[in-house]
């Protein structure tokens, strides 16, 4: 059941924010990530970073669950900023792209991950299908903490239902996707458990990668 239930995880979350793998040599804070100096390439997206930072060595790890299992998986999604616009993802060392527009985050292979307006029943083309604003004031509880004020959007396509809750200066702190298969449904939970800079394990030390 677990590696079924990781497998579903990651080919459904690849769609959206692509996780990888707990590997050695990564971790994660749970305390929150600091928002980085700004630059006017850096702010690009401004208006919606506040919900997806995208911060640069940064590390997000989280709790998967597949409904009507006991067992939990672990993902931990990679940020890395070669230039100031873009953002590489990193899942199971397979590097995925991200555009940071005037407008929002851009997929490169198409779509949006998340859009201006941040308005409720305001619209955009995902990766997979149509996105709409369901709420911009949710209050969340995860194993990371607290959240209020999120946003909350709503992506349908032919194979899922996938509901996504970007919380600021957090990023993305639940994802709810649905499988729409009428021969297999399945339903997978994904909570932020913690987030933070990227740190480095050394022999003698461990050392936080700068912001």
Known sequence: MVNRKIHFSLKVLATLAPLVAVGVGSGCSSSPSHVANATPAAIA???VSDYLPLEDNTVMSFETELEGSADRGL???QVTRPRPTVVELNIGGKVRRLDLTNEG???????WLLKKPLEVGATFTGQNGPVRVKSIHTAIDVPAGHFTECVETEEISPASRILTTYCPHAGIALL???SMSVSNPERV???LKAYGPR???GHDQVRVVPQ
């Not at 985050?105 to 779509?111: F, H, N, P, Y």
């Open 45 to 47: 997206y401004h208006g």
């Open 75 to 77: 993902l931990i999604m």
């Open 105 to 111: 985050v851009k997929i490169v292979e198409g779509g």
């Open 176 to 178: 709810d996707v649905e």
């Open 189 to 191: 939970i994904t909570r």
């Open 199 to 201: 740190v480095d394990v």
